[in-house]
């Protein structure tokens, strides 16, 4: 050390600061090397979930269209086509590569989290937030909220869906500033393709783009938030999708849509999903709450992704059927407000300098992601087990389901490199039939009875048709499974198929012919 360097530590000076660049350089690089290493994290922690029941199916519906079946005519999709469209990239890639589906659309997933970041940190940046320096520290935690969070609902629809509407969150909350720098029409045709895809992944979703605009609107005294470009370009995409559906798919909105509405969107379980949810809204209320920062003005994104999370509890209320993969998008867009608020300046931050209330907020925060994310740590993946027995008794089994929950089928099928026939992943109509009835007068409950029949006199028909190696079955026995079994048909087929293996979840039927005494012993 030399005499003028111990000067100056003697003197008590402080050491330059890093030049800017260089310590953007820097962020950038932890940046990088920290979301590498969640990547890493997530694909061993999302081998608890597998490939959820959902995904796998939509997975098996595109390959057998890729074989040349055709959507709601041989393959009863239930969802819009837009959910099978979702996954056909990944899909159609890996049979070009000869690779797992599953493995890509996993990936899929992950480059959906790394263009929705950069797409909004694009946008944050344009728009000059205040925030944006802390944002871009805090980029590994929104990282970890899009990858490691969703847990059972990692690469849902509305996983993926979530994953790109944060540019279009940006976008709002740049339109609710109304600061000098205005979007450009290229950053606004970015975010509203973003946008749309949470839109088109279900309808009602439109609701976390309009709830925002809306108090832009109040705010600003005008109705021109309504009409700016991004806006035009969700309304252009979605008016788009339903002329390609009715051209290409009439038999979703003739068919498949009406019944879904009397046996399917009909169903609610109101308690359950207050029940499953309600906590965690609540203590991320009271977070925000304790987190608002006393010093104006509003931050808007911050208040954006509130608004947003809002309307998504509101859609979360109105499905009403109690899965954690509905209720994400609220809670991902109330997590993200609150790391927003984090990232505020101190300048603009009074609640920083209490600290009573700063130890209360960190309390609160920490209860609320636990009761957010405890719903989505539940499994639906099958036992290993389950799978050996199969993969030991069949080498590519020919796979149906009777259940009507889709776990018992999917992933199980393609776990156990068997080939699902049935045109429905299950017998979901039975049970909604069955919940209905439950509440239904005389005349409405012939109505239901009959239209459960002949959902199970079909299924009957195919099984007779495919002659399947395996039948999965749930154990439980419900009304719907009671329902199943009780029919002459299905009683007729079930004959022909013996017990090869059961747990606290799924029944293996085999048939006959493929054990080795070739007698039906039928155990379940």
């Known amino acids: 050390m030399s005499a003028g360097d111990g000067a100056l530590l003697s003197s008590g000076a402080s050491p330059r600061p890093l030049p800017a660049a260089r310590r953007r350089s820097a962020t950038l690089w932890l940046n990088a090397f920290a979301i590498a290493a969640l990547t890493a994290v997530a694909v061993v922690w999302q081998r608890r979930w597998g490939t959820v029941p959902d995904t796998s199916w939509l997975i098996t519906v595109c390959e057998r269209l890729l074989g040349g079946e055709r959507l709601y005519i041989d393959v009863a999709e239930t969802n819009p086509p837009f959910s099978t469209w979702l996954y056909m990239p990944p899909v159609a890639l890996a049979q070009q590569l000869g690779i797992e589906p599953e493995i890509l659309v996993h990936a899929w997933a992950y480059l959906a989290a790394l263009a929705g970041m950069f797409a909004a940190g694009l946008v944050v940046q344009r728009a000059g937030f205040a925030e944006a320096p802390g944002l871009a520290r805090w980029s590994p935690a929104i990282y970890a909220l899009l990858v490691l969070f969703p847990g059972n609902a990692f690469s849902q629809r509305e996983h993926i869906g979530v994953c790109l509407f944060l540019p279009m969150l940006a976008m709002m909350a740049w339109r609710m500033g109304g600061g000098p720098a205005r979007p450009d029409a290229a950053t606004a045709v970015l975010a509203g393709l973003c946008g749309s895809v949470l839109v088109l992944v ?24 309504l009409f700016v470009v991004e806006h035009w370009v969700i309304g252009a995409v ?8 009715q051209l290409l798919y009439p038999e979703f909105l003739g068919d498949v849509y009406p019944r879904l509405t009397e046996a399917y969107l009909s169903m609610r379980n109101f308690l359950a999903t207050l029940l499953l949810f309600g906590p965690a809204a609540l203590l991320l209320g009271l977070a925000v709450i304790l987190s608002w920062p006393t010093k104006r003005p509003v931050p808007e994104l911050a208040a954006t992704a509130f608004l947003a999370s809002i309307a998504g509890l509101a859609a979360l209320l109105w499905q009403a059927k109690g899965w954690a993969y509905h209720a994400y998008p609220a809670l991902a867009c109330a997590l993200l407000g609150l790391i927003c608020l984090s990232c505020l300046p101190a ?17 609160v925060l920490v209860a609320a992601v636990m009761a957010a994310f405890l719903p989505f740590w539940l499994t639906q993946k099958p036992a290993a087990a389950a799978v050996a027995a199969i993969v030991a008794a069949v080498e590519r089994p020919s796979v149906v389901s009777i259940s009507t929950d889709i776990a018992t089928g999917h992933p199980l099928a393609r776990m156990a490199n068997g080939d699902y026939r049935l045109s429905h992943p299950n017998l979901w109509l039975v049970r909604s039939a069955e919940r209905l009835m439950a509440s239904s007068g005389a005349n409405e409950t012939v109505r239901l009875t009959a239209l459960r029949d002949s959902f199970i006199a079909g299924a009957v028909a195919e099984i007779r048709r495919i002659r399947p190696d395996i039948i999965l079955d749930s154990i439980w026995q419900t009304p719907a499974w009671l329902a199943i079994h009780a029919d002459k048909g299905m009683q007729a087929e079930l004959a022909g198929y013996t017990l090869l293996y059961r747990d606290d979840a799924v029944s293996v039927l085999i048939r006959a012919d493929r054990t080795p005494g070739g007698k039906a012993e039928h155990g379940g």
């Open 238 to 245: 979605c008016v788009a999708y339903l002329g390609a559906v």
């Open 202 to 225: 279900k309808p009602y979703y439109a609701a976390m783009v309009l709830l925002p605009v809306l108090a832009t609107c109040w705010r600003t005294r005008s109705a021109r938030p």
């Open 347 to 363: 300048a603009r931050g009074g609640w920083r300098s209490r600290q009573p209330v700063r130890l209360a907020r960190q309390g």
